[in-house]
């Protein structure tokens, strides 16, 4: 018997992507301001919201490259209807070793992906040095989890469950203070850095396909999850919703979810 069940990179793709993802792109993309001709890198790209995005602002002449570390996401995201204007190149990568030349992009973009790098700094550096001197880098990381009352409720459930401490499974949400990201920038070399906060309101359909999601997200980072088999994680799941449920109902409008969300968006200048 086949499993149709849809993958975490479909799920991502189909489910968060248009309701989150994308607006937060359209966003982002305002600020940043994309030329035509510009040579772009997408780094932590995911299923290519951020690299569907730019590629109509910089048109034919300009150069998208979308690299992530998860091939799933990859594939899902070259699955997708390519935009118009330039054509993305899909490639498979690290962000704290590039593997890409000097000064060979004139902006790096990267949408909720740096608080998840194994290592900061580096990737910061590095992202610096594949910018061209007049380049720039756009990135944007959700506010802190106090601004976020729902993801709060969700995580302090699945870290009391799992006997852990929320930071283990608030990883998303761990670059919030606005200073520190300031420098973070500022010691990988940038030398201009503009933080721009930015709020949206968030619909998603389904409240408990979110909750769902959100632990089975936030509990990858915990080791003991790992070793949980599936009637385990199944169970997991059940008590967080029950855990939750009020401030589900809270959060819902009939059959969607309907919160705030709090996003820092960084311009760093080479």
């Known amino acids: 018997m086949t499993n149709d069940a849809p993958s975490p990179a479909e799920t991502y793709e189909h489910y968060l992507s248009p309701a989150m993802a994308d607006p937060f792109t359209r966003i982002l993309l305002e600020i940043v301001g994309p030329q035509r001709g510009e040579r772009v890198l997408d780094l932590a790209c995911g299923t290519g919201s ?29 699955a997708q209807a390519a935009p118009t204007g330039a054509l993305i190149e899909w490639r498979e990568g690290s962000a704290v070793t590039l593997g890409l030349q000097d000064e060979s992009f004139d902006l790096v973009l990267c949408q909720q992906g740096l608080q998840f790098f194994s290592d900061r ?16 880098a756009g990135i944007s990381v959700w506010q802190s989890l106090d601004q976020h009352p729902l993801y709060r409720e969700v995580f302090e459930s ?39 906060p930015r709020s949206l309101e968030v619909f998603l359909p389904m409240p408990e396909r979110f909750v769902q999601l959100m ?25 967080v919703k029950e855990d939750t449920r009020e401030v ?3 959060y819902g409008d009939g059959d969607e979810l309907r919160f705030m969300m709090f996003t820092h968006i960084v311009v760093a200048h080479g």
């Open 158 to 196: 699945t870290a009391r469950h799992l006997g852990v401490a929320i930071a283990d499974v608030s990883l998303s949400f761990s670059l919030g203070d606005a200073d520190e990201l300031r420098m973070l920038l500022n010691d990988a070399g940038f030398r201009r850095v503009e933080i721009h």
């Open 121 to 136: 700094t580096a990737s910061l550096r590095e992202m610096h040095r594949v910018l061209t001197a007049e380049g720039r």
């Open 215 to 239: 632990v089975m997200g936030a509990a990858t980072t915990v080791p003991l999850f790992a070793k949980l088999d599936s009637t385990a994680r199944s169970e997991l799941v059940e008590a």
């Open 248 to 250: 589900v109902h809270y």
């Open 50 to 78: 951020v690299a569907r995005g730019v590629a109509p602002m910089i048109g034919t002449d300009g150069k998208v490259l979308a690299l992530d570390i998860n091939p799933d996401m990859l594939a899902v995201g070259q």
